[in-house]
């Protein structure tokens, strides 16, 4: 599930896979936007380990010198095994402020109960129920 103004998730059978090259670390995010799987990378810096936040660069590599410039994904609830809560929330020059909230989980299709439940958590920590999405997994997906 996901926010529904995320501006760069428009699409359906998403995913994102980490990784770790000679200690660094990347996500790659992809989605079907009608029947045409688009991809991202980014670079992660994880700046206060074991803290579970990570800065997130989606654009040119020059801007990880840049902070401020640089979203978060601060991890709200995980299990180490099947899902995180990741949740994202940045000021851009005291200006502009854009959040959002995704339920990552590794199984394709997770029970309809348990991502009401994860939903539900979220909610409790404020966020309206009206802003999140449950995206389109499994099944019909191309991954």
């Known amino acids: 599930a996901r926010d529904n103004e995320t501006p760069f998730q428009k699409g359906e059978c998403a995913t994102a896979v980490y990784s770790e090259e000679e200690s660094n670390y990347y ?9 045409v799987r688009t991809k991202v990378k980014g670079t992660l810096q994880w700046p206060n380990p074991p803290k579970g936040s990570l ?3 989606f654009g040119p590599k020059i801007l990880k010198y840049f902070n401020f410039l640089q979203g ?3 991890i709200l609830a995980t299990d180490y095994i099947s899902y995180t809560i990741v ?3 940045n000021r851009f020059f005291f ?6 909230v995704w339920i990552l989980t590794r199984e394709k299709t997770p029970s309809v109960e348990f991502v009401k439940s994860k939903i539900d958590y979220i909610v409790s920590l ?3 129920r009206g802003s999140i999405r449950v995206s389109k997994q499994g099944g019909d997906c191309v991954y």
């Open 55 to 57: 800065l997130v660069n």
């Open 126 to 128: 404020g966020y309206s």
């Open 72 to 74: 978060t994904y601060d």
């Open 95 to 100: 200006i502009y402020y854009i959040e959002y």
């Open 27 to 35: 996500v790659v995010n992809s989605e079907d936007r009608n029947g």
């Open 87 to 89: 949740h994202s929330c």
